[in-house]
């Protein structure tokens, strides 16, 4: 994430095509959650215009040592089930399908290009992004983790189980 790709006052994350899988701009609607964090992160940081939101504490590059910081949080939590990165992804949108998002608006949201969603005619000419309902999924998201940092839910209502999938 970087800064000159943030707008705090427009509370969007817009990334360009080149630093996504698809190749697809994608623009992310940030909750107040969200934004929160970011704009604390702002100040903290001297509110740079450009570099990166998150850089490595030593290196302050990119981070790319993600095997490594998921090998600390397993030993961490050595009780928890195998899981992936990509379950985080999985376990974002069941929540947001439970809340009642449609399935098209949880693809726009994860930057979906082809899905079940986007199949056939409906693949090849709707072309809406649905921002308003992508915002209400994100601010509805917001709230989901809002509540459950505060315990307003129950565990079992909040956490979702990591599975491992099967290749």
Known sequence: MEWSHVDLAKCTWSQPGRLTKNRDAHRLFLHPLALSLLQARFE???RPAAGLVFPAPRSVKIIETFSNMK??????????PPWRFHDFRRSFVTALGEAGANETVADGILNHRQSATRGGALGV?????RWPEQVGAMTAWGRMLADSINGAVSEAESVLPLTRERR
């Open 71 to 80: 090998e600390t949080l397993v030993r961490a939590a050595p009780t928890l």
């Open 44 to 46: 903290s940081a001297g």
């Open 125 to 129: 000419y709707q072309r809406a992004l």
